[in-house]
C-alpha cells in the first residue's frame, strides 16, 4: 500500500521503512512514485529530522515548480527524489548490511551537498 505517502515521518523511521524495501512495488507503480521535502533552513539532516513524504513537484507550463500545498504549509522545499533516496539508503546498506542511521544521515547530507555517494565501509 501507498499510504505511507502524504505525511510526515522521524527520518530515522523512513530510512528504515525504505531498507525494507515497503516503498516500493516490484513493477513501475505510480502510486508509489514520491518525493521527500525538508524543512527550510541549512542544517544538515539528522536522524531526529522532520520530513514530509509527499507527492511530487509538478512543473507548470512555464516551467515553474508546482510544490503540493501541505509542503507550501509547512514551509517545507525539495529534499530528494524517491529514486536518489532509495539509492542512497540502498547502496550504503548493501555496502554494509550493519550500517548505522546515523551513517545512512551522513550518506544523505554527502549526496545532498556533493551529487555523488559516500562509500561506507
Known amino acids: 500500500m501507498s499510504d505511507f505517502k502524504n ?12 531498507q525494507a524495501k515497503k516503498d516500493r512495488t ?7 512514485y514520491y518525493d521527500i521535502y525538508e524543512p527550510n533552513n541549512d542544517d544538515q539532516l539528522s536522524p531526529e529530522t522532520i520530513i514530509y513524504v509527499g507527492n511530487t513537484v509538478e512543473v507548470d507550463d512555464d516551467d515553474n515548480e508546482i510544490y ?5 504549509a509547512m514551509n517545507f522545499w525539495f529534499g530528494y527524489s524517491c529514486d536518489n533516496f532509495q539509492d542512497v539508503v540502498d547502496l550504503a546498506t548493501e555496502q554494509n548490511p550493519k550500517v548505522s542511521i546515523s551513517q545512512i544521515v551522513t550518506c544523505l547530507n554527502h549526496y545532498s551537498q ?4 559516500l562509500d561506507i565501509k
Do not use: C, M
Open 7 to 18: 505525511k510526515t515521518w522521524l527520518l530515522s523511521d523512513f530510512i528504515k521503512f525504505v
Open 26 to 32: 516490484s513493477n513501475y507503480n505510480a502510486n508509489y
Open 68 to 72: 503540493p500545498p501541505e509542503v507550501r
Open 114 to 117: 556533493y551529487d555523488n555517494f
